[in-house]
């Protein structure tokens, strides 16, 4: 895709809780000429941008309903109690949805999680936004379970968290609009989240490769390697020993005949 055929930018959707922030690096570094626009939804409106056209794709949080949308997961979050620092619950590493059988466990209409059956108490009402249930975790009304990333969004000094090791997993995931093909710019995003290199990543693709140079083969001595020993013959090693039973030129000496009885006349 070239010329004019170039969107003007790739409008990439993402819910709260997820930082997008190193692949909009990668991608600004990769197509400079094409600016990516960040719009920022809830979950409850992340499906409905990528269906009306607001996003070219999105971060979005599973599941996602396959019929008209495409998705590639990423990663699974850690799930957290969110609970005020003096709670008891905050001097341990890590707790089970068992622990929390006594504590009233908000549940806001924007959960994330996928619950069987949530643990602990029900809440009086239930809140309209996470935000809202965080405000009452610090009033000390009760607590509540979330991705991590939520409980470090809403981060406060008095707040703190936990893990919990059997509540269910958020995960976070590419989507897109299902068509025929995928466009260029989304091949492009999708290579770049799932970690290829410049050189490996389809659609509008990155610079041409360079080619390798061709080794230059190292020049031959003068005379070459057998001229390089037969030439010093005469006073190198390969001289051996005289044919008349002296000792070559190694030393650079000549040859001594050997001194026998004189003969008799």
Do not use: C
């Amino acid at each position: 895709m070239t010329g004019s055929e170039v969107p003007h930018s790739f409008r990439l959707a993402y819910v709260p809780g997820v930082t997008p922030t190193k692949w909009v690096r990668i991608w600004n570094e990769r197509l400079p000429d094409v600016p990516l626009t960040l719009v920022q939804v809830s979950p409850a409106e992340s499906f409905g941008a990528l269906r009306g056209g607001d996003a070219d794709a999105g971060l979005v949080r599973l599941p996602v309903d396959r019929t008209d949308l495409s998705a590639i997961p990423l990663y699974t979050e850690t799930t957290v109690v969110v609970i005020p620092k003096d709670h008891l619950v905050a001097a341990v590493e890590e707790i089970t949805t068992a622990d929390l059988a006594d504590e009233i466990v908000l549940h806001p209409l924007d959960d994330t999680l996928d619950w069987e059956k949530l643990p602990g108490r029900p809440a009086f009402e239930r809140p309209a936004t996470t935000a809202d249930a965080i405000e009452l975790v610090a009033a000390g009304i009760g607590v509540l379970v979330v991705p991590q990333s939520l409980a470090r969004l809403h981060h406060r000094k008095d707040l703190t968290y936990r893990p919990v090791t059997d509540a269910p997993e958020s995960r976070v995931a590419l989507s897109w609009q299902q068509e025929d093909t995928t466009p260029d710019l989304v091949e492009e995003f999708i290579g770049i989240v799932r970690g290829r290199t410049v050189n490996s990543t389809r659609g509008r693709g990155g610079p041409t490769p360079p080619q390798p140079k061709a080794k230059r083969k190292p020049a031959a001595a003068a005379g070459g390697k057998s001229g390089g020993r037969s030439g010093s013959a005469a006073g190198g090693k390969t001289g051996g020993k005289n044919p008349r039973g002296g000792s070559g030129g190694a030393k650079g000496g000549r040859a001594t005949p050997k001194r026998g009885k004189p003969r008799s006349r």
